[in-house]
């Protein structure tokens, strides 16, 4: 799904104004009137849209972002180079996989508007799915306190060399040339060689497909795709591709984690896979299902090791 984001206009602020959340997270709620139409309509809040034009969430950013009783817990020390921003999602949109691109997206625009920035949030410690996701994007636990029953916690997102996500773009092809200007690299990451415009064509059109960018201080350094079929049910990254330069940055850990989040490596490869490269594969299970995704569904990737 792709995000746009705009000012807040006063349709908006009464839509999420009126969202209502299910237990425990009804927490959030706003609540309809003027208070909170007034909040979403003071600047500092931005929607977040489809392309369709529907309300996917919202951001903020600034001390609107903040939890006023944080103040007297020294939470929020006064720095020059910090951004508190906060984010919400429209209700039944959450729990269906959409956090991690939705949270990219908002994180994106706030880097671009605050490249030197550290980027900090308060979530409630309870918001244990929330905290997941923060921590896959670079966030670390700070100060924690209370205010009303509710344990806050801050998280802080340091400036620096962190890689980060994006959605790829045309101009992104010039990249994978010499990336995959090694036969055996080509071969390995997207089946045959050389790599053709053609290719990267084919792959920005395809409606199963999503095409992603890896940055690290801005600058490219790693693609991949996410295929997906809804009829079989399955979910497949795909073309992975890092740098040649960028090689040996952990890599081996990175694997090791699909492995802990039950990826198993295949035995029978065909004969032109390069040995040098592990193909895997996570089957299905009763927590896939669980967590909303295809019941039959499978997931595969392919990763390059040191072997």
Same mark, same amino acid.
């Given at each position: +799904?792709?995000?746009?984001?705009?000012?807040?206009?006063?349709? !908006?602020?009464?839509?999420?104004?009126?969202?209502?959340?299910?237990?425990?997270?009804?927490?959030?709620?706003?609540?309809?009137? $003027?208070?909170?139409?007034?909040?979403?309509?003071?600047?500092?809040?931005?929607?977040?849209?489809?392309? *369709?034009? $529907?309300?996917?969430?919202?951001?903020?950013?600034?001390?609107?972002?903040?939890?006023?009783?944080?103040?007297?817990?020294?939470?929020?020390?006064?720095?020059?180079?910090?951004?508190?921003?906060?984010?919400?999602?429209?209700?039944?949109?959450?729990?269906?996989?959409?956090?991690?691109?939705?949270?990219?997206?908002?994180? *994106? &625009?706030?880097?671009?508007?605050?490249?030197?920035?550290?980027?900090?949030?308060?979530?409630?410690?309870?918001?244990?799915?929330?905290?997941?996701?923060?921590?896959?994007?670079?966030?670390?636990?700070?100060?924690?306190?209370?205010?009303?029953?509710?344990?806050?916690?801050?998280?802080?997102?340091? /400036?620096?060399?962190?890689?980060?996500?994006?959605?790829?773009? /045309? &101009?992104?092809?010039?990249?994978?040339?010499?990336?995959?200007?090694?036969?055996?690299?080509?071969?390995?990451?997207?089946?045959?060689?050389?790599?053709?415009?053609?290719?990267?064509?084919?792959? +920005? !059109?395809? !409606?199963?497909?999503?095409?992603?960018?890896?940055?690290?201080?801005?600058?490219?350094?790693?693609?991949?795709?996410?295929?997906?079929?809804?009829?079989?049910?399955?979910?497949?990254?795909?073309?992975?591709?890092?740098?040649?330069?960028?090689?040996?940055?952990?890599?081996?850990?990175?694997?090791?984690?699909?492995?802990?989040?039950?990826?198993? &490596? +295949?035995?029978?490869?065909?004969?032109?896979?390069?040995?040098?490269?592990?193909?895997?594969?996570?089957? *299905?299970?009763?927590?896939?299902?669980?967590?909303?995704?295809?019941? *039959?569904?499978?997931?595969?990737?392919?990763?390059?090791?040191?072997?």
């Amino acid at each position: +799904m792709n995000f746009v984001s705009q000012p807040v206009t006063t349709t !908006d602020a009464t839509t999420i104004s009126g969202w209502a959340y299910e237990p425990p997270y009804d927490f959030y709620n706003m609540g309809a009137g $003027d208070e909170s139409t007034s909040e979403l309509l003071s600047g500092s809040y931005r929607t977040v849209k489809s392309t *369709n034009g $529907d309300v996917i969430g919202f951001y903020c950013v600034g001390e609107s972002a903040q939890v006023p009783a944080g103040h007297e817990a020294g939470a929020y020390p006064a720095q020059p180079d910090v951004v508190d921003f906060g984010i919400g999602m429209q209700p039944e949109l959450t729990g269906q996989g959409l956090g991690t691109e939705f949270l990219s997206d908002v994180l *994106n &625009e706030i880097v671009h508007d605050h490249p030197s920035a550290d980027i900090r949030l308060t979530v409630a410690t309870f918001n244990k799915r929330a905290i997941r996701l923060y921590q896959r994007f670079g966030f670390q636990p700070g100060t924690e306190f209370e205010h009303n029953g509710v344990t806050f916690q801050v998280m802080i997102r340091p /400036a620096g060399d962190l890689l980060w996500i994006r959605r790829a773009t /045309a &101009e992104d092809e010039q990249y994978l040339h010499p990336w995959l200007a090694d036969s055996r690299d080509c071969v390995g990451a997207i089946g045959h060689e050389p790599f053709r415009r053609e290719d990267f064509v084919e792959w +920005m !059109d395809a !409606d199963d497909q999503r095409l992603w960018v890896l940055e690290s201080e801005s600058s490219p350094v790693g693609y991949g795709e996410v295929w997906i079929d809804d009829e079989g049910g399955d979910a497949e990254p795909a073309h992975l591709v890092v740098a040649p330069d960028q090689r040996g940055r952990g890599l081996g850990a990175a694997l090791a984690r699909y492995r802990a989040a039950g990826f198993e &490596e +295949m035995t029978e490869l065909p004969d032109w896979w390069p040995r040098e490269y592990v193909w895997m594969r996570r089957p *299905n299970n009763r927590n896939d299902t669980m967590r909303g995704r295809p019941p *039959n569904g499978k997931r595969r990737l392919s990763y390059r090791t040191n072997r």
